[in-house]
């Protein structure tokens, strides 16, 4: 068991020490912040967002705006995300969170899932503000179970929506932080469609460039 943590990540290792031992499922190298309907336990609430276990998803359906923060915090990562969206859904993965109490675009990088977004450049696959995509937008996750595969290593951050690379960019703003999900309002404040999240895991992995830190 010392052994394995030795082992662990620094986002791992935040979880440690908050929960004693107990902490996510971790297998080569990915840590498992939600399996199912089980995982509500590693993240923070933020906002007033319905989070529950329901039909083998961590789901949210209400509220103004939520956000679930990872405990843990990551610099250079990979997240894998399984989510269910509809066209209407606003919701995304927001990496390197420099304030989990107060998220705003501001101290985060969004990868947004959003088909129906009203400046259609930054939705589905997009890093807000960061990273565009096409006009009008090929890529869509509505309707339908999705992958996310997000990758930050150093300045660069690239997206896949289930196998299809959507952004590729370098942005050095922000560095590290917490990771975190979603659920936000439609369009024009109207309430947005439901976000299932059935699978998210997390690993360390090295900047481009640099050598992995000695265990």
């Not at 997009?126 to 096409?134: E, G, M």
């Amino acid at each position: 068991m010392i052994s394995a943590i030795a082992r662990t990540t620094a986002g791992l290792a935040a979880y440690l020490a908050l929960a004693g031992c107990a902490g996510p499922a971790v297998r080569d190298g990915w840590v498992t912040l939600i399996e199912g309907a089980a995982g509500l336990e590693n993240w923070t609430r933020v906002g007033d967002a319905n989070w529950r276990a329901e039909d083998d998803a961590i789901v949210a359906d209400r509220g103004t705006i939520g956000f679930l923060v990872s405990r843990g915090s990551w610099r250079d990562f990979e997240v894998r995300a399984e989510f269910r969206a509809e066209a209407d859904t606003n919701s995304g993965v927001f990496l390197r969170v420099a304030d989990p109490a107060r998220i705003t675009p501001d101290n985060t990088y969004e990868v947004n899932i959003w088909d129906l977004r009203p400046d259609p450049k930054y939705g589905t696959g997009a890093i807000v503000d960061v990273a565009a995509v096409p006009v009008p937008n090929p890529h869509r996750a509505g309707g339908r179970w999705n992958v996310l595969e997000i990758s930050a290593r150093g300045k660069r951050l690239t997206v896949r929506l289930n196998g299809v690379l959507t952004a590729d960019v370098e942005d050095g703003r922000l560095a590290e932080g917490p990771i975190a999900l979603q659920y936000g309002p439609g369009v024009n404040g109207a309430p947005g469609g439901p976000i299932r999240w059935r699978k998210v895991q997390v690993r360390d992995r090295p900047a481009l460039g640099r050598a992995p830190a000695k265990s």
